[in-house]
Each structure stands twice: as structure tokens, then as C-alpha cells.
T-cell receptor, first 110, second 115 residues
């Protein structure tokens, strides 16, 4: 079955720097990937998604890159702000069900 | 716009007690999901529903039951609470499984402790 994992459990960056959060997946049948942000005491909040037939997708201050050859995706956050501090999850979709990774805690230092 | 609403927000149960976690959504979404999130972990799918009257097991269904009598509501039932069910439970909904820019929307969770 699908397994989705993250390379680092924690990431600390300086305010204004760019952040890169990585994720690996195992199921080649995954056709859709999503990044979620989860703040303390809250449910996951959708950030950005990408279909498996795409390599890159950009949103407001965020970019997701997908490398199907090595089954890897990343979330890039430009000009990281204190409000970006949260846990970030990647999730892969296969057969209409999501499998979540374990999350990366992003801390933004002033 | 309320989105996905979960009640209660917190609950403490004794071993062997039963309870129902409530979830309702006002977005007219067909698909609804229940996840559990253990400390420091990602979300694991318990049950899901593709529409009223239809439910199916997820990755970790043992010890839980669900029903879907209406589009809006998807309650999760614990019949005999066990310490292993201590977790944070999230309900989510989505318009369709096709994912065409229709991600799952999550509630804020129910924090459940079994003592």
C-alpha cells in the first residue's frame, strides 16, 4: 500500500528565508498529492495540490515540485513568516483515498 | 460558512464506555471521512463514506462504527472504549474523489482520552 514519509521531522528557518519541506512516497499509482498545514489545536488546512501529470505548481508564496522518477515532492515557502510556523503534511491519493505522512514541524525564528 | 463542525471538542472516557463523535458539514459534500491522529504522527483513515447510506472501512476501522443517514452528518461510534483509542479525531469532507481541485476540508478535531 501507499506510504508517505518526510525526510525531516523538524525544520527551523529565519524569518524572510525560503523554506523547503520534502516528502517521499512509495506508491507509483498515486495520482494526486496535497500539502496541508496544521496549526496547534486545529485541523489540517489545505495549502496546495498537484496532479501526477504535473511537475510544478505555484500558489501564493508556495510552490510544490513533483519528481515522479524518484517519487519525491517538496513544498517551498518563499519569504517565510512567523505565521507559517506549523506542522506540514504531505498526502498522496490513490484509489480516492489519502495517505498522510508524519509531518514536519516548521519553526520560524524572528 | 461553518464548513466541517465536530463535537465535542474534548472528552474523557473510562475504559469500556461508549460514545459518539459528531460531525456535520454544510457544503453539500458527498464524501466524508474520519481520521485519527496520534501524537507526532500523520492522520490514519478510520472510515469513509461516498454518500448517504454508503460507508466503507479505512486503514484502522477496528473498534469503531459509522453511519451516514444524511449527506450532512457522519457520526463515529466507539462501543467499548480502550486506552489505545486515545487520540485526536478529525472529520473531513470533500465534493468528490476525483480531486479536481476539490481537497478535503477538515474540522478542528475531537480530543479523546480513555482512562
Amino acid at each position: 500500500g501507499e506510504s508517505v514519509g518526510l525526510h525531516l521531522p523538524t525544520l527551523s528557518v529565519q524569518e524572510g528565508d525560503n523554506s523547503i519541506i520534502n516528502c517521499a512516497y512509495s506508491n507509483s499509482a498515486s495520482d494526486y498529492f496535497i500539502w496541508y498545514k496544521q496549526e496547534s489545536g486545529k485541523g489540517p488546512q489545505f495549502i496546495i495540490d498537484i496532479r501526477s501529470n504535473m511537475d510544478k505548481r505555484q500558489g501564493q508564496r508556495v510552490t510544490v515540485l513533483l519528481n515522479k522518477t524518484v517519487k519525491h515532492l517538496s513544498l517551498q515557502i518563499a519569504a517565510t513568516q512567523p505565521g507559517d510556523s506549523a506542522v506540514y503534511f504531505c498526502a498522496g491519493s490513490a484509489e480516492s483515498r489519502l495517505t498522510f505522512g508524519e509531518g514536519t514541524q516548521l519553526t520560524v525564528n524572528p | 460558512n461553518a464548513g466541517v463542525t465536530q463535537t465535542p471538542k474534548f472528552r474523557i472516557l473510562k475504559i469500556g464506555q461508549s460514545m459518539t463523535l459528531q460531525c456535520t458539514q454544510d457544503m453539500n459534500h458527498n464524501y466524508m471521512y474520519w481520521y485519527r491522529q496520534d501524537p507526532g504522527m500523520g492522520l490514519k483513515l478510520i472510515y469513509y463514506s461516498v454518500g448517504a447510506g454508503i460507508t466503507d472501512k479505512g486503514e484502522v476501522p477496528n473498534g469503531y462504527n459509522v453511519s451516514r443517514s444524511t449527506t450532512e452528518d457522519f457520526p463515529l461510534r466507539l462501543e467499548l472504549a480502550a486506552p489505545s483509542q486515545t487520540s485526536v479525531y478529525f472529520c473531513a469532507s470533500s465534493y468528490s474523489p476525483g480531486w479536481s481541485n476539490q481537497p478535503q476540508h477538515f474540522g478542528d478535531g475531537t480530543r479523546l482520552s480513555i482512562l
